[in-house]
């Protein structure tokens, strides 16, 4: 048996990954065991949790993947320091990253367990990004493509990819990235922390485009198909841009990534204090524009070269769900594959299949002729029975204090049917069951669920315990099947990874899901992938017609919940109505 360990490490959603004879094992963030969003450092809980779900110990690896090479694009990197002579803390910032990157042996032996003895290898960024894209996929042949802020002096890569492997053929470098662009922006608006792109993907469709013309000089689009970025505009090739993870904070805080040359073009940024307008809205919508404009060229460019009409794609840029809801309406491609953990997260995944893919007997188990298709989310802790009712006969006098009743439904279709029942009655239910997911979106098994027919649901669940934006949407797990009777696209999205047009005549059905353009980002569920979470819209389904459920993140400000006395917590310190604790249901009286 040949076991690879593939880690994400010093940068942003810190994580780890388990692959034996080629088949993965576990994944999982180290967000999720700190409780700080986007942690950065060393994923050591998530290694041992990775072991422990694999039954070895650290010993038996024997391959360990990082998804950053030092050795990468050196020259070019060299040339840039000689040429632009950045601030020397951005120089010797970098080094000290790099030094810190290079002792994976002795992080391993100080904060996991000594013992290690296989070998490390480092993967370039970019090509762990297209390895998590394309290796854990179902094509046998398909256009590789990643975009993100920066990795390995690299923002953007792209190439083929086959049985025989990647081939890598092209890339877009420091300081050029649509990452970049969008941060700076997501900043401009009044969004600092580390992340905060998605609030403004949630805000563009309030707005109109009336800002695209200006931001065609800040992005500038290339013969070739691919981009660059007018450098008046930015400061993060010129000084250091501190990213903070204080011990405790909830948000990692970014430093301003654009010049006051951007303010002399839109404006005055927005403080987080001001009240969105509708400058600020137009601004949003314009971002959205001027990005998809750049990513449609560059897979315009890439189809136009290869061919191919499958696309596998990754990169933080590849979390932006509405552009990826227009792929096929705008581009040649008809097939695509984004796994759950598309951004940095997931360069553990994709370092470790790309050390698979290169070392002799991989071990590679293969399905119809691939080696794995993650085709599901389910890679992170589970908690049996024994242990969720341990937890609440340990809690019961809070839980009697709080005015809760608990109760053991051993059936599964009992308790899906009273669950459905809650929802109907429109209750908020904290749905925690089976492994966590892998991934920043909670899929159905870290969840807070809701009634989509209710109008004021969002309202009902900001005011009880998301306490966030209210522009910002909910989105719908519906049943795969019946998605072309509801969305205009029809297609497999397990992830939440790209936003379609729910069908018109369905909008007003279904409010509490259905974003201010009419569109939604779906989760699609199939018995196979999740047979719990299945059986409950399929139950809720059976008493309104409507098979699908508002499904959002089981959390409060905090990274998604992991184990059961955290889903507790959540519960009672919010004014969630019914939390289902794997078999067992508990409820507020009254």
């Known amino acids: 048996m040949t076991a690879i360990l593939g880690i994400n490490a010093y940068h942003g959603d810190s994580s780890a990954c388990l692959i034996q004879d080629g088949k993965l094992v576990a994944a999982a963030e180290e967000e999720r065991f700190t409780r700080i969003k986007h942690w950065a450092g060393f994923p050591a809980q998530s290694i041992r949790y990775c072991l422990d779900a694999g039954g070895i110990p650290l010993s038996a690896i024997d391959h360990v993947a990082i998804n950053q090479d030092a050795k990468a694009n050196l020259w070019r990197k060299i040339a840039f320091t000689f040429s632009k002579r950045p601030d020397a803390h951005l120089v010797l910032d970098r080094v000290r990253t790099k030094r810190e990157r290079a002792n994976v042996e002795q992080e391993l032996a100080s904060k996991v367990a000594p013992g290690f003895s296989g070998k490390v290898h480092h993967v370039e960024h970019h090509l762990a990004h297209l390895s998590s894209a394309f290796m854990v996929s179902p094509f046998d042949e398909a256009v590789v493509v990643s975009i993100d802020g920066f990795g390995d002096f690299a923002s953007a890569a792209w190439g083929i990819a086959r049985h025989g492997g990647i081939q890598l053929d092209e890339k877009v470098y420091f300081p050029h990235s649509l990452g970049i662009f969008y941060e700076a922006m997501t900043q401009y608006l009044g969004f600092h922390h ?311 005549e369905k909008r007003s059905s279904i409010p509490a899901v259905t974003h201010v353009d009419g569109s939604g980002r779906l989760q699609t569920v199939t018995e196979e992938s999740n047979p719990r979470y299945f059986r409950l819209i399929d139950a809720f389904r059976e008493i309104t017609g409507v098979p699908m459920l508002l499904n959002t993140s089981f959390n409060e400000n905090e990274p998604v919940v992991c184990r059961p006395e955290q889903a507790l917590d959540c519960f009672l310190r919010t004014r969630m109505d019914v939390l289902v604790l794997g078999d067992f249901i508990v409820s507020r009286n009254g």
């Open 194 to 504: 580390f992340g905060d792109e998605y609030k403004v993907m949630g805000l563009a469709p309030y707005g109109k485009p009336e800002y695209l013309e200006k931001l065609r000089r800040v992005v500038l689009l290339q013969q070739d198909g691919t981009f660059r970025l007018n450098l008046d505009f930015f400061q993060h090739h010129k000084q250091k841009v501190e990213y903070e993870w204080d011990n405790g904070a909830p948000l990692p805080h970014a430093g301003n990534l654009f010049s006051p040359a951007l303010v002399d073009l839109l404006g005055p940024a927005r403080e987080p204090h001001i009240e969105l307008d509708t400058r600020h809205r137009d601004i949003a919508r314009s971002v959205q524009a001027m990005y998809e404009e750049a990513f449609f060229h560059l897979l315009g460019m890439a189809h136009k070269r290869y061919g191919v009409d499958a696309l596998a794609l990754a990169g933080g840029c590849a979390m932006n769900s509405v552009a990826n809801g227009k792929v096929y309406a705008r581009t040649p491609f008809t097939r695509m594959y984004v796994q759950s953990a598309a951004g940095d997260a997931g360069g553990a995944v994709g370092a470790a299949y790309a050390v698979a893919h290169s070392v002799e007997d991989a071990g590679a188990q293969r399905v119809n002729g691939r080696r794995f298709v993650m085709d599901h989310a389910y890679w992170g802790p589970e908690f049996t029975v024994a242990q969720v009712g341990s937890l609440l006969s340990a809690r019961q006098a809070e839980l009697a204090a709080a005015g809760c009743i608990t109760e053991q439904v051993d059936d599964e279709n009992a308790l899906c049917a009273r669950t459905a029942v809650a929802l109907t009655e429109g209750k908020v239910v904290g749905w925690f069951q089976g492994r966590m997911e892998w991934g920043p979106r909670a899929l159905g098994n870290r969840s807070i669920l809701g009634d989509p027919r209710r109008s004021d649901m969002k309202e009902l669940l900001n005011l009880k315990i998301k306490r966030r934006e209210s522009f910002r949407p909910f989105a719908p797990s519906i049943l795969r099947s019946h998605v072309p009777e509801w969305f205009e696209t029809d297609d497999d999205v397990p992830f939440m990874m790209q936003v379609f047009q729910i069908r018109e």
